[in-house]
């Protein structure tokens, strides 16, 4: 089964601060994303990143940075964190060149800011 | 805008009924199309999916069907069971591997 870990199911944090949100995977897969869920507004796309070292904005990446060092881990930094980045953020993988296969999503992290 | 947009957000229906759930798209270049289920607190798992070239794909109780002259996917549940209350949240494939979700359906299945 695949595993898709984020470090936080919780995470409350003050206006300003410089936040990180940690993903790891363990099926050895090329893509990883970050996205946000919001209600009524589904799941949005942050970053993602195809392979190390490589990353791609995706449709709301302003104020968030990302960083992946190691294939299994994805990281989203939120630079200066404000209260309109509080929302449900939310991890997910997939192989990159085998056909139609589906992203596996992480349990996900509340984040709260005040 | 909205290029995937799930025009219901709640679903009511009884145990052992059919409960179909509708998704529309704008872009015809989506090649692939998905459907996740989503209980509080965890994250969406993979439930069923089918690629432009067909018109329906079916896995036990969940059927999906495409129609791409309309632009539009169903997900039909049958019979619905208790257990199917959830989240559930149409995406679709674009270029590059990225999937664009619709707003999500709220499904509750009354005992």
């Known amino acids: 089964d695949v595993k898709v870990t984020q470090s936080s199911r919780y995470l409350v944090k003050r206006t300003g601060e410089k936040v990180f949100l940690e993903c790891v995977q363990d099926m050895d897969h090329e893509n990883m994303f970050w996205y946000r869920q919001d209600p009524g507004l589904g799941l949005r796309l942050i970053y993602f990143?195809?392979?190390?070292?490589?990353?791609e904005k995706g449709d709301i990446p302003e104020g968030y940075s990302v960083s992946r060092e190691k294939k299994e881990r994805f990281s989203l930094i939120l630079e200066s964190a404000s209260t309109n980045q509080t929302s449900m953020y939310l991890c997910?993988?997939?192989?990159?060149?085998?056909?139609?296969?589906?992203?596996?999503f992480g349990d996900g992290t509340r984040l709260s800011i005040l | 805008d909205q290029q995937v947009k799930q025009n219901s957000p709640s679903l009511s229906v009884q145990e052992g009924r059919i409960s179909i759930l509708n998704c529309d798209y704008t872009n015809s270049m989506f090649d692939y199309f998905l459907w996740y289920k989503k209980y509080p607190a965890e994250g969406p798992t993979f439930l069923i999916s089918i690629s432009s070239i067909k018109d329906k794909n079916e896995d036990g109780r969940f059927t999906v069907f495409l129609n791409k002259s309309a632009k539009h996917l169903s997900l039909h549940i049958v019979p619905s069971q208790p257990g199917d209350s959830a989240v559930y949240f149409c995406?679709?494939?674009?270029?590059?591997?990225?999937?664009?979700f619709g707003g999500g359906t709220r499904v509750l299945v009354k005992p």
């Open positions: 995406a679709a494939r674009g270029a590059g591997n990225k999937l664009t």
């Open positions: 990143s195809y392979d190390v070292k490589m990353k």
């Open positions: 997910a993988s997939s192989y990159h060149a085998r056909g139609n296969q589906p992203q596996h």
